[in-house]
């Protein structure tokens, strides 16, 4: 069963490039609502532990020194449906394939630099909340 809540991060290459007002405008004007949401930097060892489950792929080391790189905007969403209707919000993970007017297809500059992190599944939208919110900053 489809829960009403997802997880994103605006990252380095979209807070970097000025894009996170635009990108929160859009997802509010997506229908979600912002029920965390905190501005912060991720260490490499926080960014190793939150790709930890692509530690074995050959990508994991760049992934997680763009993930450190800069600072980050990490949010909890809240929306029916909202897993599925976010990830049709931002596009596919290639800029250069996502549809138009996804946020991805706006703000993103390449597959690695894809402006937006959003959770692929319920579960991992409630994995992912909890590795940067406590229940005291949920709203």
Known sequence: MATNRTFTMIKPDAVKNGHTGAILNDIIAGGFKIVAMKYTRLSAEKAGEFYAVHKERPFYGELVDFMSSGPI?????EKENAVEDFRKLIGHTDPTKAEPGTIRNKYAKSIDANAVH??????????????????????
């Not at 905007?73 to 969403?77: D, E, S």
């Open 73 to 77: 905007v990490a949010a909890i969403l």
């Open 118 to 139: 959003g959770s692929d599944s319920d579960e991992n939208a409630e994995i992912e909340g909890n590795f940067y919110f406590s229940a005291f900053e949920r709203f």
